[in-house]
């Protein structure tokens, strides 16, 4: 059983084993006797003790960490042994001074501000350091990018201002130019300080009449740049806080969010909750949701748990990293769910890539000068409205099993000259090939039914559940001959709503009404005098088209205009007009 004593190194407290504790307390004093006579010992010791604590810090991986032999022993390796660097005061006068040194080879450095030669924060005296550049380019071209920019730099300067730390502690100050942090680096980087601000005051004293300036320095300590620096980071801090609480906020809303919607979305699925089979209907690619949920998950999650983060980092300022390996790993783990979303909504998407359709033509006992009535039949099982939408549901047959449920069925109308009337019935579905898609399309099932001239069709259409949902859809085309009376019934409406690409010659508004079906166009026999109806009939010589503003009849080398504002008639040689103001003929030759 090994005794342990608590100690406070640089205001941090660590446990620590006894014989180690021996070990580190010898230690410190021969530092300590070693710089007796040295100038700035005081700072050279809370540096060096500052410096240990770090490199404790550094080993310890919880609180209740005791530190052994093991962890002092290397820490002195690191710093160097008191006799291996006894500096003598001469080696730093034969030495030249130079606010700015390259960077020592094999060193690691930390992005610090260097307060010490700034002008304004340090940022670009810093990232001199950190760069191995002289700051005067780093200044200058950060004028010009501030410049070139329309002022975005000073922004972004304002936000290194902000988020570098300051390099306060002689231990940052070695750790900025690549230095490493050992008791004769320490000792010297003082050292220089000192000789440094000795050989200021000299100078300054040779130049200046004391007399005069007393009175400015005892009225003013600090410069221009500092005070105004002072006033701008305090403002600048409470909108870093600020800034710091939003992003917290932002970042644990939606990581709760998405902890609450993938137990929701993912668990449910795998319980198979009632209700969530709608979705897997959909999922043509057969994808488990609860994969799907999981990476969503990690794809969106990932990033807000970095914003969370950061606001901590503004808000705390010692926080402790979480460490490469941590955000290595969660990188990893965001680059594999965007990657596997990706490969997902392809595959997703490759099931609609090929549309197939099978076609079922049936002739009707309907002939020339008999009355057809055309009405649309429901399932009050399924769905008790009748109307057209592209959507699906799922329902359960009489067999209680579950099918897929939708009202896609469009009604086209169109004249022939056969004695007989058909139907044509084409059914269509999606796949991921067109071998696919068309066993979908012959998967599908419509009825319809002809009795004592009613023809009966469904308004709807159903496929079994392992088809999914593959954008099913029914195209009915009825072909009525010339002389055909057609009544069409209210509940057709929606599902004749077509555009003129589908040459449909049943317009809505007509249904009710004694329709006689003419050549490419339909003749109501029985509709009131203001009722608006539109016969556009096309073929490859000519074209009439009668409507509410009145009669257009256009062929290849003539054309016939009947309107309100009366009758123009024009071939290639001959125009007749027709209006209030009589009869006018015109001719080529006058």
Known sequence: MNKTVNINLAGIFFHIDEDAYVKLQRYLEAIKRSFTDSQGRSEIISDIEARIAELFSERIKHEKQVIGNKEVEEVITIMGQPEDYLVDDEIFEDEPKSSYQSRPSGRSKKLFRDTDNSYIGGVASGIGHYLGIDPLWVRLLWI?????????????????????????????????????????????????????VSQTVSDTVKNIDVSKQSNKIKSSSKSFF????????????????????????????????????????????????PGFDFIDAANAANTPVWL???LLFFAIGVPFFFVFYLGLKILVNNLKSIGNIAKFSLLGVWLLAIISLIVIGVKQASEHAFDASVTEKVSLNIRANDTLNIKM???????????????????????DEKIIFSSDVRLIVRSTKDSVASINIEKSAEGSSYQQAKERAKNIQYNYTLRNNELMLD?????EYENKFSDQEIEIILYLPEGTTLIADDNTSSFHSNTSRYNDILDNGMEGFLLKIIDNGILCEDCPEDININIDINNNNSRVKID???????????????????????????????????????????
Do not use: C
């Open 548 to 590: 509410e503003n009145g009669v257009d009849i256009i062929s290849n080398d003539s054309s016939l205009k009947i309107n309100e504002q009366g009758v123009k008639a024009e071939s290639e040689s001959v125009r007749v007009d027709i209006d209030e103001n009589g009869i006018n003929i015109t001719t080529d030759g006058n």
């Open 226 to 273: 500092d005070t105004l620096g002072d006033i701008i980071m305090f403002f600048l801090n409470i909108f870093a806080k600020f800034i710091g609480i939003i992003l917290i906020i932002v970042g644990a809303s939606t990581l709760i969010g998405l902890i609450i919607g993938f137990f929701t979305v993912g668990i449910s699925d795998i319980i198979n909750v």
């Open 144 to 196: 010009l990018l501030a410049i070139g920019s329309g002022g975005t730099f000073i922004f972004i300067y304002i936000l290194f201002w902000i988020l570098v730390p300051e390099a306060m502690t002689t231990a940052d100050k070695l750790t900025m130019t690549g230095e490493p942090v050992n008791i004769s680096n320490i000792e010297k980087k003082i050292k220089d300080g000192f000789e440094n």
């Open 459 to 463: 308004s709807y259409l159903t496929t």
């Open 377 to 399: 039949y429901g399932n009050d099982t399924y769905k008790k409205s009748i109307h057209r939408n592209g959507g699906f549901q799922l329902v359960y047959n009489e067999e």
């Open 292 to 294: 799907v949920s999981l």
